[in-house]
């Protein structure tokens, strides 16, 4: 099953919304390690800071970002459409030829 990961990077700049994608088994929740493996592919390499409020450092003080946060995950359920990817979708798709 899918599970979108929604979390905020904290930059001197601002805050950052972003995702990340994890594949789990039906009805499971990401798992430390996991979670730490999926901001890895996305090059952030970080350490679990506080478990409870699932807050994560980076390992290196010198990285551009402060910290990131989780703030929600998805799982996958599909209740609801995403109306920007199917506009997204829609205009990728070959048009169908004009008649003649």
Known sequence: MECIVHFNVQHPQGDKSLRGLLFLDEGQTPGEQQLIDMFKEMKFNV????????????????????????????????????????????????????GL
């Open 47 to 98: 350490r679990l800071e506080d478990r409870e409020k699932l807050v994560f450092k980076p390992v290196n003080p010198a990285d551009g970002y402060s910290e990131i946060r989780i703030t929600g995950y998805n799982g996958g359920k599909g209740g609801k459409d995403d109306h920007d990817l199917k506009s997204i979708v829609g205009n990728l798709m070959p048009q169908k030829p004009s």
